[in-house]
């Protein structure tokens, strides 16, 4: 067991270090997030204009919502692992994981976490030059509850996102180009996953159906359980089927990593 899990570890520590090389990157994409929040706030604050609250919460509270969003987003997002691994498959790198004794999704993983680390970790550093902008808009709920219950479903929501990107990415397996398909997801992603707007907004039968898919699961489980937009029974709730969903995705991640290895080989034999 710790073997395994010290190869896994310099997996993440070499990602770490590969991702602190392109940390001045990842820096100007956070600066330029507050771009989106501005433009947020000018959009929301024209909808309070005439209305003290829009669906039960305030123009502050909307505004702490699109802002625990976007960090959330830089903590757990995918951004291009369903491109690298469409890479490594296509130039063949994938080869090296067939023959050695490394689990592909855990060896991926472990970079992904890495990336997530120093993308979080930059993003708070233009939030921070902001935060005296915001901070008289900017509230949160007082129940100790909802900070204890963001840490797991923050692990859970990047499970769901790596695992849908690795889907995807195990695609070039069957499809030499993926880009449509990832398109489609991140267009799906951003309705479906509270980007533009929290989904308790959506009309009721819609939100319901929402609920059931991963999407809702990606980055508006954990944001809205900080913000206050969901209560502590539908939390629990919302947990049970999170963790359901990772374990769909992680079976699926199998299947097709088994299947496109049996076509890989005969392509290459």
């Given at each position: 067991?710790?073997?395994?899990?010290?190869?896994?570890?310099?997996?993440?520590?070499?990602?770490?270090?590969?991702?602190?090389?392109?940390?001045?990157?990842?820096?100007?994409?956070?600066?330029?997030?507050?771009?989106?929040?501005?433009?947020?706030?000018i959009l929301w604050g024209a909808a309070f204009a005439h209305t003290p609250t829009i669906g039960g919460f305030s123009f502050g509270q909307t505004l702490t919502y699109f802002l625990v969003m976007l960090v959330m987003q830089f903590f757990v997002g995918a951004f291009n692992e369903d491109y690298q691994i469409s890479e490594e498959i296509r130039n063949g790198l994938i080869n090296q994981f067939i023959l050695k004794p490394i689990n592909y999704f855990l060896y991926r993983f472990s970079i992904f976490a890495?990336?997530?680390?120093?993308?979080?970790?930059?993003?708070?550093?233009?939030?921070?030059?902001?935060?005296?902008?915001?901070?008289?808009?900017?509230?949160?709920?007082?129940?100790?509850?909802?900070?204890?219950?963001?840490?797991?479903?923050?692990?859970?929501?990047?499970?769901?996102?790596?695992?849908?990107?690795?889907?995807?990415?195990?695609?070039?397996?069957?499809?030499?180009?993926?880009?449509?398909?990832?398109?489609?997801?991140?267009?799906?992603?951003?309705?479906?996953?509270?980007?533009?707007?929290?989904?308790?907004?959506?009309?009721?039968?819609?939100?319901?159906?929402?609920?059931?898919?991963?999407?809702?699961?990606?980055?508006?489980?954990?944001?809205?359980?900080?913000?206050?937009?969901?209560?502590?029974?539908?939390?629990?709730?919302?947990?049970?089927?999170?963790?359901?969903?990772?374990?769909?995705?992680?079976?699926?991640?199998?299947?097709?990593?088994?299947?496109?290895?049996?076509?890989?080989?005969?392509?290459?034999?």
């Amino acid at each position: 067991m710790f073997p395994a899990f010290a190869k896994y570890r310099q997996s993440f520590l070499i990602g770490l270090q590969s991702n602190l090389v392109y940390r001045l990157n990842f820096a100007v994409r956070g600066f330029f997030s507050l771009f989106h929040l501005a433009v947020v706030f000018i959009l929301w604050g024209a909808a309070f204009a005439h209305t003290p609250t829009i669906g039960g919460f305030s123009f502050g509270q909307t505004l702490t919502y699109f802002l625990v969003m976007l960090v959330m987003q830089f903590f757990v997002g995918a951004f291009n692992e369903d491109y690298q691994i469409s890479e490594e498959i296509r130039n063949g790198l994938i080869n090296q994981f067939i023959l050695k004794p490394i689990n592909y999704f855990l060896y991926r993983f472990s970079i992904f976490a890495a990336a997530r680390m120093v993308t979080g970790a930059l993003i708070l550093i233009p939030l921070l030059l902001a935060l005296p902008l915001l901070r008289d808009y900017l509230t949160l709920p007082s129940e100790w509850w909802r900070y204890a219950l963001v840490p797991p479903a923050m692990v859970l929501s990047a499970l769901i996102q790596f695992s849908i990107a690795y889907c995807f990415g195990l695609l070039t397996f069957w499809f030499l180009e993926i880009q449509g398909f990832v398109i489609l997801s991140m267009a799906i992603e951003s309705l479906l996953g509270g980007q533009m707007f929290p989904l308790d907004l959506l009309p009721a039968w819609l939100f319901r159906i929402a609920q059931f898919l991963p999407f809702y699961y990606q980055t508006y489980f954990p944001t809205a359980i900080l913000t206050g937009r969901i209560e502590l029974a539908a939390a629990i709730h919302g947990f049970g089927l999170q963790l359901l969903w990772v374990l769909l995705l992680l079976a699926l991640n199998q299947l097709l990593w088994h299947r496109g290895l049996r076509r890989h080989t005969a392509v290459g034999g």
